[in-house]
């Protein structure tokens, strides 16, 4: 674990520094669950995004601990040690976008762009394609946007199911499938990269 | 039965108001001020960092949710896409460094710190990116 995450961060590091990489440390991801009883939004401002112009290869890193949710009492227990993330504590996406031909790096326009890749969350990997555009700015910069749904499986939604039972003791019968929590995640991802 | 319709009407209302006063609650429950709280690590930026990089997998279990106060030389000041003001901590001979995302109500303070500065801050650390990444960061000096 500790050598695969050095590793990876001195490949990622490394890579970032060359010419026809484009890097940011604060991309922006927003997600969203719409539930029966109340839709939980979260912001995380700390991703760290890097694509490679040339090989198109793109790739996004997040903290789990860097949500921030617009329900106070959730943000509040997320973000405290009682929730312990310590053993898986970032997302990662690890995608190649496939229409690279149809994009030129070095002329400003909007190009829509389809990517597919493979999401890291916690002990598990999904093939996740995407869909999006990149704005390549006068400036040399170029900004991304993509939209795509998370769907969570029932073996995931019986480990939120534990981790309530855990937290919250009296609440033996509740079950995210009564209180209608959603499969369905919605997530938004923007970022401006910059040559490092 | 005007008397009991009338203490019913009045218990439903109380009821109501206490449901919509404790769901306000949840709703906007504030974090803990992050001034009020001792940091469980007082260290230099560049030590932090180095030991996040010799041993990644331990300094998330011994740093993660914990609050750090940090001290470093500013690399570079930018802003988010929240419009927080981010702060590098970094030393020059230094690939990596500290990040720091400056709580919202830190807009005043953040405009006198200029790349070069040395300044210590303390926040909540979420783990480690390019750099160790603190939140909710509050200036100290």
């Known amino acids: 674990m500790k050598n695969g995450f050095l590793l990876f961060m001195v490949l990622f590091l490394s890579q970032a520094l060359t010419a026809q990489n484009y890097i940011t440390r604060t991309a922006h991801i927003h997600i969203r669950s719409d539930n029966k009883v109340q839709n939980i939004v ?16 793109f790739k996004i890193i997040a903290l789990i601990k860097s949500f921030e949710y617009q329900i106070g009492a959730m943000n509040r227990v997320m973000n405290t040690r009682d929730i312990n993330v310590t053993d898986y504590p970032r997302i990662t996406y690890d995608g190649k976008i496939t229409n690279l031909k149809q994009i030129n790096f070095s002329k400003p326009g909007t190009y829509p762009f389809k990517i597919n890749g ?21 400036d040399g910069s170029i900004e991304g946007n993509s939209d795509f749904t ?10 939120i199911d534990d981790i309530i039972k855990a937290k919250l003791p009296g609440a033996i019968n509740l079950q995210p499938n009564a209180l209608g929590i959603s499969k369905d995640i919605q997530v938004k991802a923007t970022a401006l990269l910059k040559k490092p | 039965m005007k008397k ?17 006063g404790a769901w306000y609650y949840i709703m906007h429950m504030p974090e803990k001020s992050m001034a009020k709280q001792s940091p469980d690590f007082v260290i ?18 011994k740093y993660i949710d914990r609050v750090v106060e940090v001290s470093g030389i500013v690399a570079d000041i930018s802003h988010d896409q929240n419009d927080q003001t981010v702060i ?35 926040g909540t650390c979420t783990g480690m990116l390019f750099e160790v990444v603190l939140n909710r960061c509050i200036l100290i000096k």
């Open chain 1, 42 to 57: 979260a912001d995380n401002y700390q991703v760290a995004c890097q694509l490679n112009t040339q090989n198109g290869e």
């Open chain 1, 118 to 138: 493979m999401l890291f969350i916690w002990d598990e990997k999904r093939i996740t394609p995407a869909q999006g555009t990149l704005t390549v700015n006068s």
């Open chain 1, 150 to 159: 998370i769907t969570i499986e029932d073996k995931n939604l019986n480990k």
């Open chain 2, 4 to 20: 009991i319709l009338k203490t019913v009407i009045l218990v439903v209302l109380v009821l109501a108001l206490i449901v919509a």
């Open chain 2, 44 to 61: 230099e930026a560049a030590e932090l960092a180095a030991e996040y990089e010799n041993a990644p997998t331990a300094s998330d279990k």
């Open chain 2, 88 to 122: 590098i901590l970094r030393d020059e001979q230094s690939l990596t460094g500290v990040l720091c995302t400056l709580d919202e109500k830190q807009e005043k303070a953040a405009a006198g710190i200029a790349v070069g500065d040395r300044i210590t801050l303390k």
